[in-house]
């Protein structure tokens, strides 16, 4: 703000100096007659040297002057190139905030990037301002306008004059692109980073247990990133429904097949009544379980028939579908609800007896086998490298994930910087000049009227 | 009478127009004179040109500082303030490429307790420039004086004769902890991120590919998921050659930013592409896109020079990131 009023004082005073002349040659020329002031004019030296050489000097140190004025006012266009700017929202689909760009945050941030000094968030904030780059009419419905193109200025203060304009700007916009990027972006971590158990103290059936949890993460992140870039390409030639597959066809023939066969086959248990108890404690748990849902379903059912034949009675609502085809549509009623319920309460009772099936399974093979070193060796040796696999497809998937990301993001915040074009500090420098000369020739003519 | 106006007024005329040329060339000498000296002051000091870089072989952001052409200049008692911003901008990697040392200087101990300092920041290496070649190689390494200086034919050349050789500095450098790659890599972990950083020694264009080529090439193909930093000196090499890649970062230094940089003009001299090598297309100053990768041309640090003009002295600092 100062620097801009600074930055136009010499051609104020030059105006101004303009102008006087001209009041001066107003009021004097009354006191002479037309030809007397064509005379005058006439008889006017238009280049004289001294005025010329004024004139250059003032105007070097004007262009010197207006040329490190002019460093101090840099602009960047941040344009956001996703498809879902175009609806103001973020990548992920919340809504789009251009204050963002100039955030605590992100001015934090760029003070850090830049080890900027003597200069603290406050001050650099309020030198920089953020508007769209095509405004919008919203009393106009024709001139309605969702930017995707915003505008920061950088205007040093007194505070931040010591700062290079080019630099604060450049890393505003950098550290602006790496916020959004943490925050509006995929999120790389397949599942919440716990510490890894210890296997060797861990019962085998659970270490089945918790791969099979583990191999169910990977698997969901992929399929949920095979469903927004189901044709991405990673550098390795893979898909993320490829690499799914590989993880689904580990699952199910290391895991489920061959870790878990053995497991039972040879009843390895780390302490066999201990694990007996619990799963025995687990099956009475269940079964509670598969009672109370048995008891549900049986209500359900009752209430069913109960339900008096009037009351079930639906309701037909004439509606149109998709393809704005007219049909009528049915409203649910009470029965239908009822019928719902039952269905789920049925299911529940099916898993709850087949969990206390497996348990009993479980419990047998284990009361049956004798666990032999050779087969805990083998035990061992399989979870070692099932382990290692699954910390490889994790690895994959990440990488998958990160490349599709930089693939879609890459170029979604393209960043163009400007200062001030040296074409317009020309143009100011030569109207300056103008004016100058124009003023210093008029002050000369001025004098040459006589006072009244 | 009449005969003698006709005379005196040209006369007058005359000698006005050769004032007003006179003032006019003093006013222009004056200015001339003000503006070197302005930069002249202004040189004294450095400035900071980042660099954003985005590769996905990335995993965490890196920052790299390079230091390029500092011609045994010096910016604060012993480069204090040079080595105060150093370690603010809190580098991962700090790289100078060459010129650090000029050949008329008598002495390196400056340089080389300002490097032993750089390390105590983060891992530092050291490309040689011309300046270092021809003060401890005795001269330039061009194709032909190697080749003759070992006797090699183009069926006999053995690029190894000439990395045997020792030097001064070198030993200096390495007892200070500062790695020297001299048509070498190595490689480093920042974060969870390998990188191959690979420096030249031959980067005389001439002698670049018959004694460089075998060691670039292990270095290009070797562990490709390694982010690849190329540090080359002279800048003129990647004009001259176009093998598949040349890393994901070049990193160059040697021209000075073209001397003065003037408005519309654009870098005025380099030693090897003459006058405004700019608009015949030689790579100057600045971030350029080589094969699709960036390269970044520092202008240096050098600050003797009265005719460094528009063109302050830089420290480039690079951040690499996976966007």
Redesign the interface.
Known sequence: MYSAILQKIPVIIAGLILLLALLRIYFRSKNVTKSEFVKILKSTKYLQAGVLIFVFIITALFGVFNHFKAKQSVSAIVALNYSEASQAQNSNGTRYNMTEIVCDEVVDRAIEMGAFENVTTKQLKECLSVYPHVQGDVNDEANYHISTEFVVEYHASKHTQHLNSENVIMLITSAYKEYYIEKYTDNFNLTEQEEKPDFSTMEYMDIVSYFNKETTSVLNYLYGMAEKGPSFVTSNDSTFHSIAGKVYQFKSTQIEQNLQSLILQYGIVRDKSNYIDRLSYQNKNTDFDKQKNTASFNLCNQAIDLYSEEMTRIVLVPTWDENGKFYMGRTQVGIDELSVMATSFSENVAANNKEIMDNKLIIEKMQKASGSTAAREEADALIASIDKSIDNFTAEAIKAGREYSNYTMNQCIAVSISGTSLLSELKTVVIFACLAYVAAISRSVSKKFPKP | MKQEKLTTKPRKRAR?IF??II??LS?LVA?TIAVVGCNYVENQNF????Y?V?S?KV?N?IRIVQLSDLHSSYYGAENAKLLD?VT???PDIILLTGDCIDSDSVDDAGTVTLCAKFTDIAPTYYIYGNNEVEKYYYGALTQETLDKKFGFTDETRQPSKLLDMTDALAEKLKKAGVKVLKNSFDTITIGTTNVDIYGVLTSNPSAFWSYAGDSFDEFIYSNENNLKITAIHEPTVFEEYAPDSWGDLMLAGHTHGGHARL??VGPVYTHEDGMLPAKTGHYVYGRYDVQGRPLIISSGLENKSFFRINNPPEIVVV?V???
Do not use: G, M, Q, Y
Not at chain 2, 47 to 50: A, L, P, W
């Open positions: 006005a004032l007003f003032s006019l006013v200015f400035k900071e040109t980042f954003c985005s996905l995993h952001k911003r603010k901008l809190n408005p519309i951040d990131n996976k966007f």
